[in-house]
């Protein structure tokens, strides 16, 4: 059986919460919002994995935590992303670049990457720059507005990371579906 699969940081309920919010300030933007219970950062998107990749994974996961302290996020802005694309593709939340959850992204990724049985597949190479999607733009729509609606709000939201989460996602039409199959402690 093959599971989609991710690695990821959840949230505190509070932060979800104020996240989640923000939907009923644009009501006139035609977009999908995210459900709450779903909002969280990507440290790594494994693709599909075999039963025996998944648990390869898990434990390769925790010999990652093993070598990580807690982390402390902070939540700056909402705005359109990805940056300089029109019409936007999504609403979400930019956070401030952190040393830490750089470390943990590049560990993890360098490590999962190097176990033999993901040699097929493609590790991106792009420097990471984390984002919290909160609703998907129907780009269409957006572009028969007649005006454009700003989304761009200054925010200051802090939390601390202790776990990191190893989660499958089942593409349904409502929208995804994540089971968290292990939570994983940060030393």
């Known amino acids: 059986m093959l599971h989609r699969v991710f690695i990821a940081i959840n ?8 996240l989640f919010n923000f939907s009923n300030r644009y009501p006139n933007l035609p977009a999908r919002w995210v459900k709450k219970e779903n909002i969280h950062i990507t440290l790594s998107f ?3 994995l075999d039963d025996d990749q998944l648990v390869e994974t898990i ?3 925790k010999e990652v935590a093993a070598r990580h302290n807690p982390i402390s996020i902070k939540l700056n802005k909402i705005c359109y992303g990805p940056p300089k694309k029109f019409p936007p593709r999504m609403v979400w939340v930019e956070g401030e670049e952190d040393n830490d959850l750089s470390r943990l992204h590049t560990d993890l ?16 190479n792009r420097i990471f720059s ?14 028969q507005l007649g005006e454009n609606i700003e989304v761009n709000e200054d ?3 802090n939390f601390e990371v202790d776990a990191i989460q190893v989660v499958e996602s089942q593409l349904k039409k409502t929208g995804p579906k994540y089971t968290l199959l292990e939570s994983i402690s940060l030393i």
């Open 59 to 61: 434990e390769t996961v």
């Open 109 to 124: 990724e360098d490590t999962l990457f190097n176990l033999s049985s993901y040699q097929y597949k493609i590790k991106e």
């Open 46 to 48: 494994l693709g599909n």
């Open 11 to 18: 949230f505190p309920e509070d932060i979800k919460e104020k």
């Open 130 to 143: 984390f984002h919290i999607t909160l609703a998907r733009i129907r780009s269409f729509e957006f572009r």
């Open 155 to 157: 925010l200051n939201l």
